[in-house]
């Protein structure tokens, strides 16, 4: 089933890059629609789609979502996982959508007010990795032209014209613009192609010259060597190229984090993928599919946007980053044991006249590779095997 598969929704840019792609009579063409049911419309808008799959003869793969309320972020999450397991499953080579050059305007502008950055007013490449974008450099004008020609039909989608989101303010706002001023969207064009070029330069010398002296990556973790760091007057460049290439996007809350005294030797909870942990010449951004934390009473609040930390012994965590094994942090379970001297002995016995024990929800399991050896008591880690 090798081949393209084209992403539809059903608007006026969906229904005329279908119609171009049939013109080029490719059989391994896919369609794929997501449904997310949250208007109305939804019911009319899949049928249409089923009735273009049958007058171009494309194979169409429908998928359905059921979510509460509308939001972008995650409805695109969930689209490109999709995509993804198509892309896959069916070895397809490439996923071409109807992204077109007001889409790229408004996109640019939008990550303009949120604050992104550079990379984020860069254009959206016609090629990228896998998917194509053949109507890129085509205005709404031309496409609503080649469709009326043509005599095609197509849906208008209702929340386009509501001022709840962003995106449709920026594109209100953007047509009225172009309207009086439309050979600025030439030139606009034109200095964005200037900066994707200069940021290509820019991260070109920064990987090549700086970044590799101060970063250093392996399996487990990014190692930042901190007073490398600061002491480039480039540092800022260094670090939002870093976190941009592992998609942290949040770099103001990384700063005051990383410049912060107060969390040495704690480890913070930065996002589904990474732990930091900091002492006072280094920076270690773990990967959290190495190092397991349970929702275990060490969590505190730190700050006003809720981000959390967890005090975890040196010894242990360096332990973790010396022998980059798995490490599992959890609460202890009545079954829990060790082997000794070829015997099973269970913990919560062999710590009865150790220590004084209220509640065993206190006591902290931590397993290196799927083996117990050590705990955390009261703010204190023991080795099992010198209690």
């Known amino acids: 089933m090798e081949g393209y598969y084209c992403v539809l929704v059903g608007g006026v840019d969906?229904?005329?890059?279908?119609?171009?792609?049939?013109?080029?009579?490719?059989?391994?063409?896919?369609?794929?629609?997501?449904?997310?049911?949250?208007?109305?419309?939804?019911?009319?808008?899949?049928?249409?789609?089923?009735?273009?799959?049958?007058?171009?003869k494309y194979k169409l793969f429908i998928k359905n979502f059921f979510i509460n309320k509308y939001n972008q972020k995650y409805m695109r999450y969930l689209r490109y996982k999709w995509f993804n397991k198509l892309y896959y499953r069916y070895n397809i080579k490439y996923i071409i959508t109807a992204?077109?050059?007001?889409?790229?305007?408004?996109?640019?502008f939008l990550n303009f007010?949120?604050?992104?950055?550079?990379?984020?007013?860069?254009?959206?490449?016609?090629?990228?990795?896998?998917i194509i974008?053949?109507?890129?450099?085509?205005?709404?004008?031309?496409?609503?032209?080649?469709?009326?020609?043509?005599?095609?039909?197509?849906?208008?989608d209702s929340s386009n014209f509501t001022f709840k989101y962003k995106r449709?303010?920026?594109?209100?706002?953007?047509?009225?613009?172009?309207?009086?001023?439309?050979?600025?969207?030439?030139?606009?064009?034109?200095?964005?192609?200037?900066?994707?070029?200069?940021?290509?330069?820019?991260?070109?010398?920064?990987?090549?010259?700086?970044?590799?002296?101060i970063i250093i990556y392996n399996k487990y973790y990014y190692l930042i060597l901190f007073k490398k760091l600061i002491n480039n007057k480039y540092y800022k460049y260094i670090l939002i190229y870093f976190l941009y290439k592992n998609n942290i996007k949040d770099f103001n809350l990384i700063?005051?984090?990383?410049?912060?005294?107060?969390?040495?030797?704690?480890?913070?909870?930065?996002?589904?993928?990474?732990?930091?942990?900091?002492?006072?010449?280094?920076?270690?951004?773990?990967?959290?599919?190495?190092?397991?934390?349970?929702?275990?009473?060490?969590?505190?609040?730190?700050?006003?946007?809720k981000k959390k930390y967890i005090y975890i012994n040196n010894y242990i965590i360096y332990f973790f980053l010396k022998k980059k094994s798995i490490l599992y942090i959890r609460n202890m379970y009545i079954s829990d044991y060790f082997i000794n001297n070829n015997?099973?002995?269970?913990?919560?016995?062999?710590?009865?006249?150790?220590?004084?024990?209220?509640?065993?929800?206190?006591?902290k399991i931590l397993l290196l590779n799927n083996i117990i050896f050590s705990f955390l008591f009261r703010n204190k880690f023991y080795n099992i095997y010198n209690i």
């Open 14 to 56: 969906s229904v005329v890059l279908l119609n171009l792609l049939s013109k080029y009579k490719n059989n391994n063409i896919f369609l794929a629609y997501c449904n997310y049911n949250l208007r109305k419309e939804s019911l009319g808008e899949k049928r249409f789609i089923k009735k273009l799959s049958y007058i171009y």
């Open 99 to 108: 992204h077109n050059l007001n889409d790229n305007l408004e996109t640019i």
């Open 113 to 130: 007010i949120r604050g992104i950055g550079i990379k984020g007013i860069i254009n959206i490449k016609i090629l990228n990795n896998n």
């Open 133 to 156: 974008r053949p109507l890129l450099y085509f205005n709404k004008k031309k496409i609503y032209k080649y469709a009326f020609l043509n005599k095609l039909k197509w849906k208008e």
């Open 168 to 213: 449709n303010i920026i594109r209100f706002y953007l047509n009225k613009f172009f309207n009086y001023f439309f050979f600025q969207k030439k030139n606009i064009l034109i200095t964005i192609n200037f900066l994707n070029k200069y940021y290509k330069l820019l991260y070109f010398f920064i990987k090549k010259y700086i970044y590799n002296n």
């Open 255 to 305: 700063k005051l984090q990383l410049f912060n005294n107060n969390i040495i030797k704690k480890i913070i909870i930065l996002n589904k993928f990474f732990f930091i942990l900091k002492d006072k010449i280094k920076i270690y951004f773990i990967k959290k599919k190495y190092l397991f934390i349970n929702k275990i009473n060490l969590i505190i609040k730190i700050n006003k946007k």
């Open 343 to 363: 015997k099973k002995k269970y913990i919560i016995k062999y710590l009865e006249n150790k220590i004084n024990i209220n509640n065993i929800n206190s006591i």
